[in-house]
């Protein structure tokens, strides 16, 4: 089956680390995403990506950074500079077409001590 | 601006009882319209959507929604809610013609028996 695969499910890193997150989806969509969610503020957009070499920021890229090298994955690397990195992180992508909705992974949970 | 709004941050219900859950948006034209449900730990899957045509949509898991121009309004129910149906549900918009989607905040539905 076709979907979008997060790993690893749960993370733990020290304050002062980067971290990576996986993100790689077999849709063979174009656009990928993604989200930080916490409590009570939904999901905030971190980063995405129309086309592989290309990414823009969203709403909250400070301390975050991506690559899109291929098609099929999209990284996120949450560094030392992120002030508040423990969080839910989503990643999604979409198909071509205005109306498609977004296709999501099962998260990673990341926590720094 | 963009914006989903969800008025009700959490939600009670009893078993068997239907359900209303609100969604209102702010956006200038006719948008795209999705319901996404998320169960603890997981991601989000899509519900159902509105783009065009009759406005009121039928989704997975019994759920249907109506679009109302007037009231830039989305809401989504179920006649007879089920215990499994305890979840987080978010709105969002998917804004034409670019890639952009703006979630709501959520609201948290409890299922009592």
């Known amino acids: 089956d076709g979907g979008i695969t997060q790993s690893p499910k749960y993370l733990f890193r020290k304050e002062g680390q980067n971290v990576t997150l996986s993100c790689e989806q077999n849709?063979?969509?174009?656009?990928m995403y993604w989200y930080r969610q916490d409590p009570g503020q939904g999901l905030r957009l971190i980063y995405y990506?129309?086309?592989?070499?290309?990414?823009q920021k969203g709403d909250i890229a400070e301390g975050y950074s991506v690559s899109r090298e291929k098609k099929e994955s999209f990284p996120l690397t949450v560094t030392s500079a992120q002030k508040n990195p423990t969080a839910f992180y989503l990643c999604a992508s979409r198909g071509q077409g205005a109306n498609s909705p977004l296709h999501f992974g099962n998260g990673t949970r990341l926590t720094v001590t | 601006a963009q914006s989903v709004t969800q008025p009700d941050i959490h939600i009670t219900v009893s078993e068997g009882a239907s359900l209303e859950l609100r969604c209102n948006y702010s956006y200038g034209a006719t948008p795209y319209l999705f319901w996404y449900v998320q169960s603890p730990g997981q991601g989000l899957q899509l519900l159902l959507k509105y783009f065009s045509g009759d406005t009121l949509v039928q989704g997975i898991k019994g759920f249907e929604a109506e679009f109302k121009r007037s009231q830039s309004s989305f809401n989504l129910r179920k006649p007879s809610v089920h215990w499994s149906d305890a979840a987080e549900y978010f709105c969002a918009v998917g804004a034409p013609p670019g890639n952009q989607f703006y979630f709501g905040t959520g609201t948290s539905l409890t299922v009592i028996p």
């Open positions: 990506s129309q086309i592989v070499n290309d990414f």
């Open positions: 849709l063979n969509h174009d656009a």
